[in-house]
Structures are given as C-alpha cells and as structure tokens.
Nanobody
C-alpha cells in the first residue's frame, strides 16, 4: 500500500523559512508525477508546485521565486523549501503523487487527479 508521510511545517514569522518533506513507501518518484498542494480554511485545495517523473518542475505564480520543490530519488523523498513566507501562505500543505500514465508531465496535475496523498502538515505564518 502506498503511503506518503509528511514532516516539517509549523509556525513561523513573516519572512521566515520552512522545509516540508514527503517520504514515499512502495513507490519511486521517478515513476510518478508528484507535487505539493495547499488548502486554506474556507478555500479550495490549490496546486503549489509539481514535478514530473523526469524532474521538470512547475510552480504556481504565488510560489515562483519563493518556494523550491526538489526530490531525492534514493531517499524516495520530496521536499518543498518555503522562503520569504507571507501570512497568506498559511494553509495545510499536502504532498501527492500520480503514476505517470502516458509519461512525464506537469500538465493535468491538480487536486482532483492525484492518486495518493500525504496526511497534511500545517504551515502558519504570523504577521
């Protein structure tokens, strides 16, 4: 059974940094398109950053220049480095993965299409 186990997150002041991790069991990220999503209270879950099985990344406009998605295939782990955090980044963050049917792509990776989800980790940014 596939499990995505998240760690990291917490409370930080505006301008601070955090790193989120997502370790997978029984899958390897070079066979899965994956990424990070977030959901704030009262809002829909949104895509933050994704990485295809080949390693190409794509970021939401709100994340560009501040967040960095990376992965360590040997450790089966995804990372999301969050820098220059703002209060509007406050949300529950989720990692997710989808088998790369049809190949490596960042297209079509959204909150409705991902197969597996992590348990979520809270990021709270105070002003």
């Amino acid at each position: 059974q596939v499990q995505l186990v998240q760690s990291g997150g917490g409370l930080v002041q505006a301008g601070g940094s955090l790193r989120l991790s997502c370790t997978a069991s029984t899958l390897t990220f070079d066979n899965y398109n994956a990424g990070w999503f977030r959901q704030a209270p009262g809002k829909e879950r949104e895509r933050v950053a994704v990485i295809d099985s080949g390693g190409a990344t794509d970021y939401a406009d709100s994340a560009k220049g501040r967040f960095t998605l990376s992965r360590d295939i040997a450790k089966n782990t995804l990372y999301l480095q969050l820098n220059s955090l703002k209060p509007e980044d406050t949300a529950m963050y989720y990692c997710a993965a989808r088998f790369h049917y049809g190949g490596s792509t960042c297209l079509g990776l959204d909150s409705h299409s991902m197969q597996y989800w992590g348990q979520g980790t809270q990021v709270t940014v105070s002003s």
